[in-house]
């Protein structure tokens, strides 16, 4: 079975850019834990499309930015 957005995978929100792009870190069956840039959603995995290339730059750039300031895992 094939699981869409799995862990570690950029993702944005199919309705709305309110929560930034973001990466999935977590799976709990339909639902997907995500740290979006702006906050950490739970998400139905139905509810994300996978980020362009512009947006996946964007989370990337973000994280590496938190773990050089703020160090630890993001």
Same mark, same amino acid.
């Given at each position: 079975? =094939? %699981? /869409? =957005?799995? /862990?570690?995978?950029?993702?944005?929100? %199919? #309705? %709305? @850019?309110?929560?930034?792009?973001?990466?999935?870190?977590?799976?709990? #069956?339909? =639902?997907?834990?995500?740290?979006? %840039? !702006?906050?950490?959603?739970?998400? $139905?995995? @139905?509810?994300? *499309? @996978?980020?362009?290339?512009?947006?996946? $730059? &964007?989370?990337?750039?973000?994280? !590496? @930015? *938190? $773990? &050089? $300031?703020? #160090? #630890?895992?993001?």
């Amino acid at each position: 079975m =094939h %699981t /869409p =957005h799995g /862990p570690g995978a950029f993702v944005a929100h %199919t #309705g %709305t @850019d309110v929560y930034g792009p973001g990466k999935v870190i977590g799976v709990d #069956g339909v =639902h997907r834990r995500v740290r979006f %840039t !702006r906050f950490v959603a739970t998400i $139905r995995a @139905d509810d994300l *499309r @996978d980020a362009s290339p512009a947006e996946a $730059r &964007e989370v990337r750039a973000w994280l !590496r @930015d *938190r $773990r &050089e $300031r703020f #160090g #630890g895992s993001w």
